[in-house]
């Protein structure tokens, strides 16, 4: 049996996390830029594209992220498309985390009080203008911080990704464990590196959130 020091678990810990870390700022960027692109669609085309994109939020908010990463792993394999872990891992999440962003800017869009469109309106603006000058600047700031605090939901979202085989900081817990016969102590530190990873961002959306109730009050 391998001996595990207590150093050696904090290290290959350490190490993993930073594919946590990874994974984690893949999906939020591609998911925030899927999302902005389908946010765009949904309120510059007509009811048909409203109700695809509508249909592309239910359907990948209401099915569990674990199918997901399952169709995405075994289910290209399947149409004789082989992809990695990590390929279908930053796919599934990617995909997962626009659905979410989609539906938290669109309701910071339709927050904007209408006097806002009408007086953009007013002005022979077009609605890219109206969007670019008007409502986007206005939405932004009501955006910022569940925007920030939806990043905890990926970050741990991530954790499901150890069962299509991608060694992140979850699967790596669970080998050392396996090998080391600590799997209270080992996941007791996999626990503490994602609240190490969480807790920061965590205060970053409650200070982003306090800022913003002050401004409107």
């Not at 049996?1 to 946590?20: C, G, Q």
Request: hydrophobic letters at 55%.
């Amino acid at each position: 049996m391998v001996e595990f020091t207590l150093w050696d678990i904090l290290r290959n810990l350490a190490l993993a996390m930073r594919w946590t870390v990874a994974l984690s700022l893949i999906a939020f960027v591609g998911g925030g830029l899927v999302g902005a692109a389908l946010l765009c669609l949904r309120l510059g085309l007509g009811p048909r594209t409203r109700w695809a994109i509508g249909a592309y939020v239910q359907l990948f908010q209401g099915t569990p992220l674990l199918m997901q990463l399952f169709l995405a792993y075994f289910g290209l394999a399947l149409l004789g498309i082989e992809v990695s872990a990590w390929t279908a891992a930053s796919l599934a999440l990617t995909l997962y985390t626009s659905a979410y962003l989609v539906e938290i800017w669109r309701g910071c869009v339709e927050a904007v009080p209408r006097g806002q469109w009408e007086a953009a309106r007013s002005l022979a603006m077009s609605f890219g203008e109206q969007l670019r000058h008007v409502i986007l600047p206005q939405a932004l700031r009501l955006a910022i911080a569940p925007t920030v605090g939806f990043l905890v939901q990926v970050i741990k979202g991530t954790a499901l990704a150890s069962v299509i085989g991608f060694v992140e900081l979850t699967k790596a817990g669970g080998m050392i464990a396996n090998a080391s016969f600590k799997p209270f102590l080992v996941f007791g530190f996999v626990a503490l590196f994602y609240f190490v990873l969480c807790f920061p961002v965590s205060l970053v959306a409650q200070h982003l959130e306090r800022k913003q109730h002050g401004r409107l009050a």
